[in-house]
């Protein structure tokens, strides 16, 4: 396919030359990659922001590691490996974090009966099955926020569209995220381990598997912030840094006129409804991390 590398109007101007070893000294079509303005200078990740948020990264993703969740937490991984059943896998998990966090026992976290702020159930369940109803919610602004830290990826949209790091909307989810992280007990850390432990299970699942194949349903076609255009169904769209996908192609036409499919990486996979039986609301719904996709957009 002949690809088209024309920008979008409203699209930043950064791009960079294939640099690997054997391109050196050739003309090379110029690749779009992550704005500054969608990304911090550092984060808490084996990769760079700009690495990992960039448009190579999905074409050739490596696995992302977060500083110290795996040496921390090397036994219950170690026990794992022991495990051949899925759901023994996942009871494991739901066990290690409630002995972790104190999950069951609140009063052990440092919680008491004349709390005024009765935030014990604010756990990491509560906060994914709240960015499923409404991923604007606080609940949402705390899965942002983690993916701005960990990851060093910006968010694009919370209630509205974040350009201005002084405008309303940014402020906004800032109030909404510290909000929901007021009075929790380590919340960001709990997420730390359900990623991972995420990562940890796809890897099992999926061992010769890089990449799914995802579906996402969009009412308008500028829904997604279009860098490059392709042709005409074909795009490198800069996504929000947390989005909710499906592997249910039939499921993702009932949200909207038209469909975007993306090649999302496995490294780029947060959690996923299936990764704890019972416990995840929706179908099929797998909750990815952003930065530059290519993918392709048509009508339902």
């Known amino acids: 396919m002949k690809q088209d590398y024309t920008q ?3 699209a930043p101007r950064d791009v960079e030359h294939n640099k690997e070893e054997r391109f050196v000294g050739v003309a090379t079509n110029l690749l779009p990659v992550l704005p500054r303005s969608a990304r911090l200078p550092i984060n808490r990740c084996n990769l760079p922001a700009n690495i990992l948020g960039g448009l190579t990264f999905q074409r050739a993703p490596v696995a992302l590691e977060l500083d110290g969740v795996a040496q921390f937490h090397r036994e219950f991984f170690s026990l794992l490996d022991k495990l051949d059943d899925a759901n023994e896998r996942a009871q494991a998990f739901i066990m290690h974090m409630n002995a972790c966090f104190y999950l069951d026992q609140p009063e052990q976290a440092g919680y008491t009966a004349s709390s005024k702020q009765k935030r014990q159930k604010a756990d990491y369940l509560r906060m994914v099955r709240g960015w499923s109803f409404d991923a ?3 609940e949402g602004a705390a899965l942002k ?7 060093g990826l910006l968010p694009r949209h919370h209630g509205g569209q974040i350009r201005d790091f002084s405008g309303v909307a940014y402020r906004r989810y800032l109030e909404m995220r510290a909000a929901a992280l007021y009075g929790t007990n ?3 850390a709990q997420f730390d381990l359900l990623y991972s432990y995420c990562q940890y299970e796809l890897a099992r699942q999926f061992p010769q598997v890089i990449h799914l194949t995802l579906y996402r349903g969009v009412n308008r076609v500028d829904e997604h912030e279009t860098v490059v255009m392709l042709d005409n169904k074909q795009r490198v769209v800069l ?3 947390l989005n909710s996908f499906t592997a249910n192609r039939e ?13 999302v990486p496995l490294a780029k996979v947060f959690c996923y409804t299936r990764l704890l039986p019972g416990m995840l609301q929706g179908e099929d719904e797998y909750t990815v991390i952003g930065g530059l996709y290519e993918v392709s957009i048509a009508a339902c």
């Open 239 to 241: 996504l929000n840094n």
């Open 145 to 151: 926020g983690w993916v701005e830290s960990r990851f």
């Open 8 to 10: 979008s109007q409203n």
């Open 251 to 263: 499921r993702a036409d009932e949200f909207g006129d038209y469909l975007l499919t993306a090649k």
């Open 136 to 138: 604007d919610g606080r």
């Open 186 to 188: 380590a919340l960001e």
